[in-house]
């Protein structure tokens, strides 16, 4: 294991200003001021600001922390409180992982083939809700919603998903497709997500328009977001892919390798890796932007659910228990942490329903 | 007809300051200043104030207009250019005209029942791309993308759809639901909108997490909002719904008369009317955050494609043309407007794809 990447944040301190920070090991450094575009307390104007600017300060914020900066600069984690890094535009959720689509495909559509006839052809996503994405740490309400013809309630089939998500610059202007080469270039890092998922609900509303409530009510993601360009160490050679994609998802740019841990109350539940990923970040972006669509700073692209070929590293409930036939869904009071030992990791409790 | 309601709009003569103006006939009136809430340029701080201070603004800006104001305030309407009145936070679209979505389902899945199950039982919705909405005039370029399998290029399949939408105020915190006879509260003004949409992407993609690429390349908007308490003398009861909808969503809250026509390159080509809808917004609004999403100012609900009973009140060509089978999608260069002779028009002209 390589040392932990820089990665940024915005913290405050007692209800204090909230301030830019980088990681160090057990403490948080205080970068507000190293650049000009670390000044208010977001990360939004930094994402704004493109890749040659992503690079300077990175190199600044590095060497500032070498330096060895001044104690007053220095924080212990465990006291500082962690927000939303940057204002989220759209977000997008992808469904990038073979095996998490086999899965979901064999237990919502038994009478159907799993995989629809479009999963190979493309990195088959769709528009989430960018208002109800929170920070780690931020509880997560059992929502309510119709389970089924007649049935309103708490949702039964509460699940989490292990996925990962990088946030973007602004792109070029609206109708002017990102090409897959150059996508890299307007990615600026990564975190941690669990797409929290109410399977009940989901089941019941998603066709023929795709999932809405059952996903609507939260998204978390961790706090630190790690530049993609401090990942290097961590990139991979991309899956093979069969058939061959179209041209205009060629090459197909680089994978990565991040492991990734599910615990419950603690206790070890499943793991998993960005490696199962049948498409890349690359190659989501270019799909996403190939129609003309415009991308702007804080926008979120997420994974889909990552899951692998073993039963040891499936990457929802849905998955893991057959749809609760083989185990239970979350129940109230449960603290799920999907953790990443190289991005950090992302924390929720799940608090009990509202009367309805 | 009544005469036409008050309309907020955000607009700049010369490439001057954006600044806040009313309709007034052919010109406008410049109310930048008029209340606190109506300095920026935008009206996203009005729409953030909430219920009151929109009761209030109304008042002040209805007494401003009719005291008859300086005519240094007051600018012919074709001498100014107009922009998005308020930043977009999350886009929802909802499908919630009967004929509409029966029409769909015939097409796209000929084998099965036109209406999912589903749909009677609660307002179906997905969400759009809120970062590639438009305003009024902006140029749509024809979105590239798969056709089908191994077939990239420009959409065949262009078409618009007849819509209208609203856009919210600040809601209460994430987790509380908004209580179906409380929607109208969060709902401070409606605008024409055309969710185009290119078909042969949309139904090659969208199994099974909905429509991505087929709709994200843009959705325009008419630029003047006219809030909600400006249309009292447009409400009709709702229309009776069959299976009754769960107590969520009732009582369902009232309806709305308001005519909406489209033309190509100034021909008339369908007409229609937010009275065919079957879910209300109220409806609409209770059920998005009936599982604890939260709203925020600017969100924007969309209708859906508003489809009469008869040939002739069809919201968009997959309709008309029963999918170009007796009629053309949209040629580059058409001009396609929807238009309310009370809420104002929405237009837009095709322009070529770029080269692949």
Chains 1, 2 share one sequence.
């Not at 060895?68 to 759209?90: N, Q």
């Not at 998903?161 to 890092?189: D, K, M, N």
């Amino acid at each position: 294991m390589t040392e932990a990447p820089l990665a940024y944040g915005v913290f405050s301190v007692a209800g204090g200003a909230h301030r830019i920070g980088v990681r160090s090991g057990d403490d948080l450094v205080d970068v507000t001021g190293v650049h000009d575009l670390l000044a208010t307390g977001s990360l939004t104007p930094l994402l704004a600001a493109g890749f040659e600017a992503w690079e300077e300060t990175r190199s600044l914020v590095e060497a500032f922390t070498q330096a060895g900066p001044d104690p007053g600069r220095i924080t212990p984690a465990h006291s500082a409180t962690m927000h939303l890094p940057f204002a989220v535009g759209d977000y997008v959720d992808f469904y990038s992982s073979l095996h998490h689509a086999t899965n979901v495909g064999r237990l919502f559509r038994p009478d159907s083939e799993p995989l629809t006839p479009n999963w190979r052809h493309m990195p088959i996503g769709y528009h989430g809700r960018a208002g109800t994405v929170v920070v780690d740490g931020t509880p997560i309400r059992r929502p309510v919603g119709q389970r089924g013809p007649g049935d309103f309630g708490p949702s039964r089939k509460l699940d989490f998903e292990l996925e990962v998500g990088f946030v973007t610059g602004q792109g070029p202007r609206l109708g002017s497709p990102i090409p897959v080469a150059e996508a890299e270039r307007y990615i600026f890092g990564l975190m941690v997500v669990n797409d929290w998922s109410a399977r009940d609900l989901q089941s019941w509303e998603y066709q023929p328009l795709g999932p809405f409530l059952g996903k609507s009510f939260a998204t978390s993601i961790s706090p630190w977001v790690v530049p993609l360009k401090a990942l290097d160490d961590r990139r991979i050679e991309a899956v093979g892919q069969n058939p061959p994609p179209l041209p205009y998802l060629l090459p197909p740019g680089r994978g990565l390798d991040l492991d990734l841990e599910v615990t419950i109350n603690g206790k070890a539940v499943t793991g998993s890796n960005t490696n199962h990923l049948y498409w890349t970040m690359s190659q989501q972006l270019a799909h996403a932007t190939s129609n003309g669509a415009s991308i702007r700073a804080g926008d979120l692209f997420a994974s889909g659910t990552i899951s692998g070929p073993t039963p040891d590293s499936l990457g929802c409930l849905l998955e893991i228990t057959a749809n609760g036939q083989n185990g239970e869904y979350l129940q109230d009071g449960d603290t799920v942490v999907v953790a990443s030992s190289v991005l950090g990791s992302c924390s929720g409790t799940v608090v009990a329903s509202r009367p309805t």
